[in-house]
């Protein structure tokens, strides 16, 4: 593997993200779609070469939380079909018309503004309407059935929108306890009242969604057109409730070199603030990775690493750019050498899991931080097929 710069580097595993797909599809009847989850930088996987690989897995659609991300996507080549998951202010009707993007409309005031704004710019957007059956963000509230019913009625005979799917979010489908899955069901109930009801009304919807990675995995009686696979795709559970229940493989992995290996004296204080002491002498390896290219500096005397297949323990503050690892018990590290920061070396693994655990975060934060500093690397069947270097110059 190539270290970049000498620095960090991620991994991405596509041969691990089409197993992911695989085993996902074994969990849907015939016909449901799948629609990837690609924000934020595709869970910091790096959303081009992500949704590549999904258009040739057969992904159909592509969740994005904002125009942003959408445009960007389709400025790469990008042409599925996107549905912005949150807010986009209304001025942008024209945008979101030219570049064939699905905006979500979840309030009666949001809906009336965007049509305002589709009408005068002369364009017609493409919409989902938003149920909120029990997360408490955005959404048509479900618990005020009636209100629910007319507005959405009122925003799907507006003129300029063109409302062609309704979905809602379940808030507890990944943690499968008896509370969780009355919690479920009930949201289940309040959006399949809600879409009996317009139907009655004669509002119906080609595409209805409301499954989640959770909701995949423990609901396969609620994954009705479609389900949105977020974590999954990437080869992590959403939270214990779903461990054993698909097997997945985990798609990245985060690399770094030593940049330096020195000795140390007994009682040498060591990095900012000196909260770490040489209980003896010591040999400590220095790493150029930091809290500015996403690894925790709550991980600071608590985290670990792999080096030549052992773990070495994280000594001291860690730094903005750089960190120190203790490896006098660790033969043979040397200057350049390879070092695993989360992933497999000499038969032992350090998970995205594990350093949340260790960082009093969720493994779907130790992803997305992973800063623009650190170049993404694509392997197919062991070998490199592209890089996306956010922050490459010419040297």
């Known amino acids: ?179 969780s899955i009355d919690y479920t069901e009930q949201q289940f109930r309040r959006f399949k009242t809600i879409n009996e009801r317009l139907e009655q009304e004669g509002i119906r919807f080609s595409l209805h969604h409301c499954c989640n990675s959770g909701g995949i995995v423990n609901y396969p009686q609620y994954h009705w057109d479609m389900v949105r696979a977020g974590i999954l795709l990437y080869g992590l559970i959403p939270d214990v409730g779903c461990k054993g229940k698909i097997d997945l493989k985990p798609v990245m992995e985060l690399k770094a070199v030593v940049s330096m290996v020195k000795n140390v004296k007994a009682g040498s204080k060591i990095s900012y603030g000196r909260t770490f002491t040489a209980p003896r002498d010591m040999r400590l390896a220095t790493l150029p990775i930091g809290y500015a290219d996403g690894y925790h500096r709550s991980l600071s005397n608590r985290g670990k690493m792999l080096v030549n297949g052992q773990y070495a323990k994280i000594v001291g503050r860690i730094c903005m750019d750089q960190l120190l690892l203790d490896v006098t018990e660790i033969p043979e590290v040397y200057e350049g050498m390879e070092v695993t920061i989360v992933g497999h070396d000499g038969g032992k693994t350090i998970t995205m899991e594990e350093v949340a655990r260790l960082s009093d975060t969720v493994h779907y934060e130790i992803m997305c931080i992973i800063g623009k500093r650190v170049p993404r690397v694509y392997t197919r069947k062991g070998e490199n097929v592209g890089v996306v270097d956010y922050v490459r110059h010419n040297l």
Not at 20 to 43: F, S, T, W
Not at 72 to 77: A, H, T
Request: proline fraction near 3%.
């Open 1 to 179: 593997m190539v270290n970049y710069l000498r620095r960090s580097w991620a991994v991405v595993n596509l041969d691990n993200v089409a197993h992911n797909v695989r085993e996902i599809r074994k969990k849907l009847r015939p016909g449901c779609l799948i629609m990837g989850v690609v924000k934020a930088d595709a869970y910091g996987h790096g959303d081009k070469f992500i949704a590549d690989e999904l258009i040739k897995l057969g992904v159909n659609w592509f969740a994005v939380s904002n125009i942003n991300e959408a445009m960007s996507l389709r400025d790469q080549g990008i042409f599925h079909p996107i549905l912005i998951l949150g807010t986009t202010p209304a001025g942008k009707a024209r945008q979101l018309c030219e570049y064939n993007i699905t905006q979500t409309v979840y309030s009666m005031d949001y809906a009336r503004e965007l049509q305002a704004e589709a009408e005068k710019q002369g364009v017609t957007v493409q919409c989902h309407i938003k149920v909120d059956s029990g997360m408490g963000r955005i959404g048509f509230d479900a618990t005020n059935l009636e209100e629910a019913i007319q507005q959405i009625k009122e925003t799907c005979c507006f003129p300029n929108l063109q409302c062609d799917g309704i979905f809602t979010h379940f808030s507890s489908a990944d943690e499968y306890n008896p509370s």
